[in-house]
């Protein structure tokens, strides 16, 4: 059986991608043809989740196992998680904002004699930024750095090095000969 799937993103109304996979298809299968078909960046972390029809999140699938209890999407068959009508997914692709695609199952038909599956049939708008670096996370990174406090009674490093109050004066190493036992 080859089921249908719509994918959409809330950043771009115009941003749509239809997909068909066989039942037998996991959701790693479905997370590296989004990846190919979108250009997106295979290192970075992604993960699925099940989704009420609000788009709450609800069952956790990631790329590996990572201790929390959670499925990976390897051993996720589509005809074990697909189990309704209009059943939703959330792909979340930018990991550290949160961002997700809208993934919706909209029906199923044969499989047709020679047509490779899984493919991307129809394909409309421009995908939405893999990771954005902006918001929230400026925000984050902008706590970290410290302020300086400018004290104009404390010296700057730069004058404490540059006022030539060295007391000792390197020996002169241009000529190795002339050095006495105490300066090796």
């Not at 074990?80 to 909209?106: G, H, P, S, W």
């Not at 047709?112 to 893999?130: A, D, H, I, T």
Request: glycine content about 4%; hydrophobic content about 35%; proline content about 3%.
């Amino acid at each position: 059986m080859v089921y249908k799937f719509v994918v959409l993103s809330d950043e771009d109304e115009s941003f749509v991608r239809e997909f068909e996979f066989l039942d037998s298809h996991t959701l790693l299968d479905f997370h590296n043809l989004i990846q190919d078909e979108l250009e997106f960046d295979k290192s970075q972390m992604a993960y699925f989740f099940m989704a009420t029809d609000n788009w709450e999140k609800e069952e956790e699938f990631t790329l590996f196992d990572m201790g929390t209890g959670s499925s990976t999407m390897e051993t996720a068959d589509l005809e074990d998680i697909i189990f309704r009508k209009k059943q939703k997914l959330l792909y979340v692709f930018d990991f550290f904002n949160d961002r997700a695609l809208f993934v919706e199952y909209t029906g199923e038909t044969k499989e047709v004699e020679g047509r490779e599956v899984p493919l991307c049939v129809n394909s409309k708008g421009v995908p939405p930024k893999q990771v954005i670096f902006s918001g929230t996370s400026r925000k984050l990174y902008n706590s970290i750095v410290v302020s300086v406090d400018e004290d104009e009674d404390e010296p700057e490093v730069d004058e404490l090095f540059l006022e030539g109050e060295d007391e000792e004066t390197l020996p002169d190493f241009e000529n190795i000969d002339n050095l006495t036992e105490d300066e090796e």
